[in-house]
Each structure stands twice: as structure tokens, then as C-alpha cells.
């Protein structure tokens, strides 16, 4: 049994097992709750999908778009990334974006503006899977454990408490390779290259040399995560609801992912403020050998902690948009189920209306 599968709750496993009609699924009362506000029938495969909703195979898929989500922006924003670093470690040398580079060009050529490159595809590649995937698989367990009606009245909680879950282990799988990056893009003389930078890294400071920065790591992704993932499900919400001038149904494929880009996009520049002051962190600490986080927040001061704020909301603005485009636009070429915006659920509906209070 996958991993996958295994945090599954007993009776979707048992339902996947035998697949009946679906008017054979509703007659026997196994239509189940996956998602806050939607109901689907546990095993059946809507028409045109390519998988059921819940399924190992889903949950999969969902981890194969985080890879190629997280692994292609982060990769393709190296350059930006590599400057906003500097910046962090070294505002003496490297007084903003524009002098960053030129700075970095002038010492390095164009290829210097790359490094760290391997290590941020790998390592930003294997956060993707288990930010992704996990984030889809806790969704969904966390929903079970509450109930239909909970899971719509409190899903910004439950959006928060998903995406905590899934960031706190890739974080686990990010750390080695982050490592490696800031040490290649700030430490002069350190390592050129991933297969470099790893044994050296290794040889001086042991396997605590990839794991160091772990806790601050978690201070600037788990925030960031819990805001790219509750502040996209709840904008996602309110632009149907209010912005787009039609049902989400009625939409095409095309119009959904221009939403989907500009979720991202509020979603990410709320993201890059809250989770800066940790990343600057995590920045000087695998820079200096032997330094604590406390050590660092003690040298940078409190200015020292913004600094780079501005390149980060550009990078980060664009990258989370650019992976919520990039994940859905695979959701929608893999034929997987994409459903709605949450509804009330009918249950809901009937009490309130009981109450007087719809």
C-alpha cells in the first residue's frame, strides 16, 4: 500500500475496491464528502476524468504537478534569487537589485548568474511533491476527520492546518539542497557546483551542515505555505464570486487559469512579506559556518531583516503565480478533477434555515 493510500480513511480504500454504477453508489448511501461543500461518489470517475477524486492515483498526480510547479519557477528565477541573497548577507557590497547585478555580472560574467541552479531544481523539485501532493492528501483526511459542515464553516482552518502539515516535510526534503544554494551563491570560493558544494559541506560540518538551518526554514516556508495555499483557496472564492462576471462552469479552461494566475499572484506578494524576515535568516545562516539563528538576527538587526524585501515580492509575486498556473494548467492537460469553489453543503443549508438564519 502507498503512502498515499495508507492516509486514507478505511472506507474509501474498501469503496475503491469494487466500483458499482453510480446510480448504484447513491442507492447504497456510499456518496462521500471528499472536499468541503462537494459531494462525489467515492469511486466513481466522472465523465472525462482521468482519475477518481481521492484516489492514490490522484494524490499522485497532484505530486507530479508540485515537481514540475515548484522545480521549473524556483529554477528559472535563479538569477533574481542569487542577487536577493546577496543583498541579505552583503547590503554593503550589494546595495540593491540593479547594483546586485551589475555587481555579480561585472565579478562572475553572465554565468555566474546561475549558480545554485542544480541544487534549487532538485532540491525546490522535491518540496513541490510534498508540498503539492501532501497539501491534497491532508485536504482531504482533515476534511474526513471533521465532517461536511465543519470543513465548509472552518476551511480557511482547514486550508491553514493542510498546507502546515505538508510544508513541515518538505521542508525536510528542501533543506540539504537550500543549503547547498546559499552556501554556492553567497560563500566566494566555497563551490561552483552542486557536486562541489555537497561533499565539502559534508567534510566541514557534517550531516548537521544540510540540516542547520532547518527550524529557521520552517519559520519562513511553513507561514508562506499556510498564506500561498489558505490566501489562493479564499481568492480563488471570492473572484467567482465577485469579479468574474459568470459561474466558474460556464468558463473555459482558458479563462479558469487566467483566475487561477491572478490568485496566485495576491496570493504570493501577501506570501513574500510574511515568510522575508525568516528567509533573510536562513540566508546568513547557511553563509556563516557555525552561527546560529540567533547569532544572525542579532547581526542583522531588525533593518537587516527587510532587506531585500522588494526583489523578494517581485520573485515570490510571480513565482507562486506562475506555479498556480503551471499546476492547474497540469490538472487540466492530465484530464484530473478540478472541483468548484466550495458550496454550503445541504445539511448546513436545512439547519440554518431552521434557525432564521439564512
Known sequence: MSLF????????????????????????????????GRTIAAAAVAEGDSCEFGSA??????GLGGILSCGITHTAVVP???????IQVDPAKYKSVFNGFKVTLREDGARGLAKGWAPTFFGYSAQGLCKFGLYEVFKVFYTDL???ENAFLYRTWLYLGASASAEFFADIAL?????????????????NTLREAWPRILREEGVNGFYKSLVPLWMRQIPYTMMKFACFERTIELLYKYVVPKPRAECTKGEQLVVTFAAGYIAGVFCAIVSHPADTVVSKLNQEKGSTAVDAVKKLGMAGLWKGLTPRIVMIGTLTALQWFIYDAFKVAM?????????????????????GQL
Open 5 to 36: 493510500s495508507s492516509l486514507l480513511p478505511k472506507a474509501w480504500c474498501k469503496a475503491s475496491e469494487t466500483v458499482p454504477a453510480a446510480p448504484a453508489i447513491e442507492q447504497q448511501g456510499l456518496v462521500k464528502s471528499l472536499v468541503a
Open 335 to 355: 484530464r484530473m478533477p478540478r472541483p468548484p469553489p466550495p458550496e454550503m453543503p445541504e445539511s448546513l443549508k436545512k439547519k440554518l434555515e431552521a434557525k
Open 80 to 86: 533574481l534569487d542569487l542577487v536577493k541573497c546577496r
Open 175 to 191: 533543506s540539504p539542497m537550500e543549503a547547498a544554494k546559499v552556501k554556492i551563491q553567497t560563500t566566494p570560493g566555497f563551490a
Open 146 to 148: 471533521i465532517g461536511e
Open 57 to 62: 492515483h490522484y494524490f499522485a498526480l497532484c
